[in-house]
């Protein structure tokens, strides 16, 4: 993966992080009324990390993500998921990036409430390339014996898995989690969490969570910190925490 | 938001408008009616005689309930323009010598009124004058009983007998081709050999007296002079059309708006109520603020009411103006001194009203959402709808589908209430699109059927009184007649016991190939001797089957009673006439061999000649040329209530768009989420549109034959509708009505699926997975 001729690639691509980004800034609205949700980020994530986005609401965290995620493009700067320049693609190629390399896990689920937990999953594992069999995926998150059972007969937990189940049907390069215990009590919270390490482990993906639960943030490899539109820190975590350890 | 609440306001504005402008025209039409009726004194009474000597007059005033009484000489004339080829006919009316007649008094609009000592003065038609250019001043070439005359028009009048002019004897107005003088009783007595007698009779009645009896006494009184039968105002002609035109106008005002109406507050209904669902967090927070129901639900409601006063008061004006255009439409119509529009106050308010009723009613069953909600319910996010009770419906089909299409399958299963409704909605406009190209190919077909397939001579001549059947053979030998079918037409009452109608036999040879009777397939009938032939419209009319008897009070010659046995139906569109064979009608009459029309077939290249010898001719009464005719009759029915049909056309292309557009829009707007989730999952768009279109192509396809179905009855009901006592809308059916019907409302489903996808694609989608739901 050197493809240093592409044109996509920039001089700061590296094949060797998955996401990379150079002065990347978000202005929602003009003029006075401007708001700069990302003032100027620069960010390496290596490979099948768990990574923390840490910040208060309106730090600029989610808007990263979504940006990293092919949901939405930045203002000015440039961000590169491996070797290809995500700031150059075109609505049909964010679509083809997503649906081959990118999972993604709400705070509310969003799961489809027509069809069942299986058939969510199925959605997924129908489009994707190489995907891993659907029921392999509920199992995964700890859900095959309700497989049969549509959203509005799952718990909040329930569900989340099942959205998890979905997310990593495909075997995503990265795995994106806005919030994703936000909807959720404590106890089923780390349940998920868990889920979300065993992905990690098992499949080798990246996980990066957005959250403004600190306490989070201890399970990580990596956590950023965000303030104001800007990465204040980054730590390295040395010592992760069973994600059954951690206190909400 | 914006967009919906304007589209319905536009809807509630189509219904208000019409409401107005209709009830308006109603109002503006009754009203002027009834003044000028008034103000020119209008008769309540007809009829006609041989003749009488003016003593007779004071018989008839002592009949009681009669409190006026004028006898006047009328006659029939041609008038011959040089400019037209064919002669005009035309009818002429006295004045008394010494002062205006005391009913049907004409107004007079130009110049001045005749001079009794001048015998050669008229006052014309206006209508016919401004036809044909003329003006006080201008001379008038005129055959009265057989003896031509130079005629100086000395004024232009209207009069309330003639707001809407038709030859004796035909059916569809046209002012070039009728006109009607006045004279001095002196000069027209003299031209017709009338001095102290009179012909024609007007009466008014007090308000107390029955219209029957006094119809019955005068016509013992007339009996001994040749007394035609007289009939009350409901059959004078320009009466019963004007009246019928009135009524029909009136009927539509009552069912057309409504439609409209139902509409806006179906649409409304959903539209709020998807806001309440989409607001529902807002609505928690502002209850647990300490806001009661009420208050919340006047928010609303305040919304609602703001859209329909809206739309109300658009309606109105647009009603006022499109009244305004209406009432140009009517005078060409309707031959009113002047015609203003009234807008009907009641309209006004009875619209506004409606509106706000039909909205509020939409809008309170989104009220019970809103008092349903308590705060802390309304602060969580709704449960997803629930799939497991009918989700698994079809589960062995729905292994055979991808996810997409299950999930189309399930959102149509889930809530069958809700497809029923989109469904019907759409099916409707399928319906009412069916039956209106279907009545619009039913106008052609009476078109058709009457003017090529009934009648196929060109040229249809009338003698002023039944001559012998020899006259047919002399205008064989003019020169370009290529044939000649002699027939003769009786005014006559029939009767059935209580039901009665006035109308003619029309005698025809028994194998007529010019004009014809025909069957409902179209194949001619044979006319019997021994039997009357009734059109359809007729029979019904007399609640009579072939194998009974009617009664024929004949209103000509010796005015015979005579009892004939009807023999068979025939298909006719327009009138209701009644056939019977020639010699045979003229056998039971005792005048053996005479005619009173003969059809001709010309050569048309020699018409122009043609029609100077007939102008010649003294006996003939008029001629009338087929395609004069058909004109007159297309112009009818675009200009009079006939011209409603485009309107449902346009009716019936907003209701299928409306519905169709709000379903897809609903659609979107339910699962903005859902849909935004998928593109977040790596569907493409058009993946996406697959599962947002899916559940409208499928509710569509479904829609198409129900509602084709639908349309079938609903244009026999329609059909009947448009018919009047003039013409009867024939029932067509062909593939194309139907093809092009449901080409239409996939045409509107595909341009609605085409704006809504566009709105899906353009999703922003980091905004609708922020949303709760």
Not at chain 1, 81 to 103: C, I, K, P
Not at chain 1, 208 to 220: E, F, K, N, Q, R
């Amino acid at each position: 993966m050197s493809g240093q001729t592409s044109a996509s690639q920039g001089p700061a691509s590296d094949p060797q992080m998955v996401f990379r980004t150079r002065n990347l800034e978000k202005i929602y609205g003009e003029g006075e009324a401007a708001v700069h949700a990302l003032r100027g980020v620069n960010l390496d994530i290596p490979p099948a990390e768990i990574v923390v986005l840490l910040g208060a609401s309106g730090s600029g965290k989610s808007t990263l993500l979504n940006i990293l995620g092919g949901l939405d493009r930045g203002s000015n700067g440039d961000v590169w998921f491996g070797n290809q320049s995500l700031s150059e693609m075109d609505d049909a190629d964010l679509t083809r990036y997503r649906r081959d390399h990118v999972g993604f896990v709400f705070q509310f689920y969003n799961l489809m409430p027509s069809l069942t937990a299986l058939e969510n999953v199925q959605l997924v594992t129908e489009i994707a390339d190489h995907p891993m069999d659907p029921k392999k995926a509920l199992e995964l998150v700890g859900l095959d014996h309700r497989q049969s059972h549509f959203p509005a007969q799952l718990s909040g937990g329930e569900q989340q898995r099942v959205a998890i189940a979905r997310a990593i049907a495909k075997k995503p390069t990265v795995l994106f989690c806005d919030e994703p215990t936000g909807a959720l009590d404590s106890q089923t919270g780390r349940s998920i969490l868990g889920v979300l390490k065993r992905v990690n482990e098992e499949i080798g993906s990246s996980v990066l969570i957005v959250t403004h639960a600190a306490d989070t943030a201890s399970m990580a490899h990596r956590i950023i910190h965000f303030s104001d539109g800007t990465i204040g820190k980054i730590e390295l975590n040395e010592h992760r925490a069973n994600p059954e350890d951690i206190v909400w | 938001m914006k967009v919906q609440s304007l589209a319905i306001a536009a809807v509630i504005a189509v219904g208000v408008m019409l409401l107005v402008m209709m009830s308006g025209v109603v109002t503006s039409l009754t009203e002027t009616q009834r003044a000028y009726y008034e103000r020119n004194h209008f008769a309540d009474v007809f009829t006609s005689l041989k003749r009488a000597p003016a003593s007779v007059l004071r018989d008839l005033r002592a009949i009681p309930g009669i409190s006026v009484v004028e006898g006047r000489v009328a006659g029939s004339a041609l008038i011959n323009m040089p400019s037209q080829a064919v002669p005009i006919r035309a009818q002429a009316l006295s004045l008394p010598d010494l002062h205006l007649p005391r009913l049907n008094v004409p107004l007079l609009t130009d110049g001045r009124l005749v001079d009794a000592d001048q015998p050669d003065e008229i006052l014309l038609l206006r209508s016919f004058a401004h036809a044909h250019d003329l003006l006080p001043g201008d001379y008038l070439s005129v055959t009265m009983n057989g003896n031509r005359r130079q005629l100086a028009i000395v004024g232009l009048v209207q009069s309330p007998e003639f707001l809407y002019s038709v030859p004796p004897g035909e059916l569809f107005s046209e002012d070039k081709r009728f006109g009607v003088f006045w004279m001095s009783n002196t000069a027209l007595a003299a031209a017709f050999d009338m001095r102290g007698a009179f012909n024609d009779v007007l009466i008014s009645i007090g308000l107390q007296a029955r219209e029957a009896a006094v119809i019955e006494a005068v016509d013992l009184v007339l009996k001994p002079y040749g007394g035609l039968g007289a009939y009350g105002r409901s059959d004078q002609i320009s009466d019963h059309f004007t009246t019928q035109e009135i009524t029909s106008m009136r009927d539509a005002s009552k069912s057309v708006p409504p439609i409209f109406l139902a509409v806006a507050a179906f649409l409304l209904n959903i539209v709020i109520s998807r806001m309440v669902q989409a607001e529902r967090e807002q609505i928690g927070l502002i209850k647990a603020f300490g806001y009661n129901d009420w208050e919340v639900g006047l928010h609303y409601l305040k919304l609602v009411l703001v859209i329909a006063c809206f739309g109300a008061l658009i309606g109105c004006i647009l009603g006022i103006a499109a009244g305004r255009g209406m009432m140009e439409l009517y005078l060409v119509y309707f031959k009113f001194p002047a015609l203003v529009f009234q807008l009907d106050p009641s309209s006004f308010v009875i619209g506004l009203g409606v509106s706000i009723f039909a909205a509020s009613l939409g809008g309170l069953l989104v009220l019970r959402a809103v008092f349903a909600l308590t705060p802390s319910e309304a602060m969580r996010p709704p449960t997803p709808p629930d799939y497991s009770k009918r989700g698994q419906w079809g589960a062995r089909f729905s292994q055979m589908l991808d996810q997409p299409s299950r999930m189309v399958l399930r959102r149509l299963t889930r809530a069958p209430g809700r497809m029923l409704g989109s469904m019907v909605g759409i099916a409707t406009g399928m319906a009412l699109s069916v039956a209106m190209i279907s009545l619009l190919a039913g106008f052609d077909r009476t078109i058709e059927l009457t003017f090529d397939v009934l009648d196929r001579s060109d040229v249809t001549v009338t003698f002023i009184h039944p001559v012998h059947e020899n006259a047919a053979l002399q205008l064989s030998k003019l020169d370009g007649v290529t044939s000649v079918e002699p027939a003769r037409a009786v005014s006559v009452i029939f009767r059935n016991g209580v039901k009665t109608s006035r109308g003619a036999v029309q005698g025809y040879i028994a194998s007529p190939r010019l004009n014809r009777a025909l069957k409902r397939d179209l194949s001619p009938v044979y006319l019997r001797q021994d039997g009357l032939i009734l059109s359809t419209a007729l029979a019904k009319k007399l609640d009579i089957r072939p194998g009974d008897i009617l009664t024929l009070e004949i209103r000509e010659g010796r005015q015979p009673k005579l009892d004939i046995p009807v023999a068979g139906l025939a298909q006719s569109l327009i009138g209701s006439p009644a056939y019977m064979e020639l010699s045979a009608l003229n056998r039971v009459l005792s005048e053996p061999d005479r005619i009173s029309t003969a059809f001709l077939t010309i050569d048309a290249s020699k018409q122009e000649n043609i029609y100077r010898s007939l102008k010649a001719m003294p006996g003939v009464a008029g001629v009338s040329v087929k395609s004069e005719a058909r004109d007159s009759f297309v112009k009818m029915l675009n200009e009079g209530s006939g011209s409603t049909r485009f309107i449902m056309i346009a009716i019936a292309a907003i209701i299928t768009f409306g519905i169709v557009y709000n379903a897809a829009r609903i659609g979107f707007a339910e699962r903005e989420r859902d849909l935004a989730s998928l593109r977040v999952i790596g569907l493409s768009k058009g993946e996406t549109a697959f599962v947002l279109l899916g559940e409208l192509a499928v509710v569509t396809l479904v829609a198409l034959p129900v509602g084709g179905l639908v349309g079938y009855f609903l244009t026999f009901a329609i059909a009947n509708g448009y018919s009047t006592d003039l013409y009867q809308i024939p029932v067509t059916f062909s593939p194309r009505s139907f093809g092009l019907a449901g080409l239409s409302v996939v045409l509107a489903a595909i341009c609605s699926g085409w704006l809504v996808k566009r709105d899906a694609d353009n999703l922003e989608l980091v905004t609708a997975l922020k949303t709760r739901e």
